[in-house]
Nanobody
Framework: QVQLEETGGGLVQAGGSLRLTCAASQPTFSANTMAWFRQAPGKEREFVAA????????HYKHAVWDRFTISKDNAKNTVFLRMNSLTIEDTAVYYC??????????????????????WGQGTQVTVSS
């Protein structure tokens, strides 16, 4: 069983930046795809960004594509989400997840929560005005 741990959330003013980190517990685990989802109060969980095994392919929710950057360090089995120009609408619990398969990269699959086998507990991001 792979455990994912998110860190880096917190309180930030609108226009500010945060970097979230997701570390996998097993150093030998190589996810097909890793992603970030978020869930705001009273709303459904939504896709934010995904990255493939190699780190060369990424996909973003349209509302964040020019402000957020997903990246990974395969040597450390860690995924990052750099978030710039944060707005109040970005306030949510952010979840890291990993797909355990050999299916290759698929944008359609990457944005679906059902594609992921492992999930972290989430980290709160709160953006104040």
């Amino acid at each position: 069983q792979v455990q994912l741990e998110e860190t880096g959330g917190g309180l930030v003013q609108a226009g500010g930046s945060l970097r979230l980190t997701c570390a996998a517990s097993q150093p030998t685990f190589s996810a097909n795809t890793m992603a970030w989802f978020r869930q705001a109060p009273g709303k459904e969980r939504e896709f934010v960004a995904a990255i493939d095994r190699s780190g060369r392919n990424t996909h973003y929710k349209h509302a964040v594509w020019d402000r957020f950057t997903i990246s990974k360090d395969n040597a450390k089995n860690t995924v990052f989400l750099r978030m710039n120009s944060l707005t109040i609408e970005d306030t949510a619990v952010y979840y890291c997840c990993a797909e355990d398969s050999q299916s290759g990269w698929s944008i359609q699959r990457a944005s679906r929560a059902a594609a992921y086998d492992y999930w972290g507990q989430g980290t709160q991001v709160t953006v104040s005005s």
